[in-house]
């Protein structure tokens, strides 16, 4: 059983360029949250998504979007670069019905903006 | 004010001795925490979760939560080298909030 997977692995974009993370969820699952984490820091929630919807969303841009298609994968784009969005990027999933308990991180996208 | 707060440490221990790990969070309405592992270039693994005062053990690990002092701790008992890793404090209320992590060394 495959768990959360993610791609890319690593992405080096310019600043003012604009990007978009893919994530597969773990089997069963159907609700996706996305989260930066810089380095030296601790996850820092982005939004969540089921049923194609966002449903929740951190403190965080409108340059921040996300996506996510009947299959229950999702995506994030990133427009308008800036440095500071350097970050590793966690899809994290779960099924609806269980807790934040059932949650399972993917391996991350690791983005450098120059 | 930080939402969730850990010492950054790094806390080093000694192989065989009991690791003390804390944080205190700010969010009087939180439900549940969470106690994560992550090893260095890896994503978190959850490694306990607790929503009622008191203590909860699974193996090693003995997770206490006192929500009056809005304190959450991790106890990791015999510390072995592969516990070596930054270790996360997570908190549920309408969404997950993460401290900075404290990085633990145990020296053989």
């Known amino acids: 059983d495959a768990g959360v997977t993610q791609s890319p692995t690593h992405l080096i974009k310019t600043r003012g360029q604009q990007v978009t993370l893919r994530c597969s969820p773990k089997?069963?699952?159907?609700?996706v949250s996305w989260y930066q984490q810089a380095l030296g820091q601790g996850p820092q929630f982005i939004f969540q998504?089921?049923?194609?919807?966002?449903?929740q969303r951190g403190n965080f841009p409108d340059r921040f979007s996300g996506h996510q298609f009947p299959n229950y994968s999702s995506e994030l784009n990133v427009n308008a670069l800036l440095l500071g969005d350097s970050a590793l990027y966690l899809c994290?999933?779960?099924?609806?019905?269980?807790?934040?308990?059932?949650?399972?991180f993917g391996p991350g996208t690791r983005l450098t903006v120059t | 004010q930080k939402e969730v707060e850990q010492n950054s440490g790094p806390l080093s221990v000694p192989e065989g001795a009991i690791a003390s790990l804390n944080c205190t969070y700010s969010?009087?309405?939180?439900?549940?925490f969470f106690w994560y592992r992550q090893y260095s270039g890896k994503s978190p693994e959850l490694i306990m979760f607790?929503?009622?005062?008191g203590d909860k053990e699974d193996g090693r690990f003995t997770a206490q939560l006192n929500k009056a002092s809005q304190y959450v701790s991790l106890l990791i008992r015999d510390s072995q080298p592969s516990d070596s890793a930054t270790y996360l404090c997570?908190?549920?209320?309408?969404?997950?909030?993460f401290g900075a992590g404290t990085r633990l060394t145990v020296k053989p």
């Open positions: 997570a908190v549920n209320y309408n969404d997950m909030r």
């Open positions: 089997s069963g699952h159907d609700t």
């Open positions: 994290a999933s779960r099924p609806l019905a269980g807790g934040p308990s059932e949650q399972y």
């Open positions: 607790i929503y009622s005062n």
């Open positions: 969010d009087r309405g939180s439900q549940s």
């Open positions: 998504y089921y049923e194609e919807e966002e449903r």
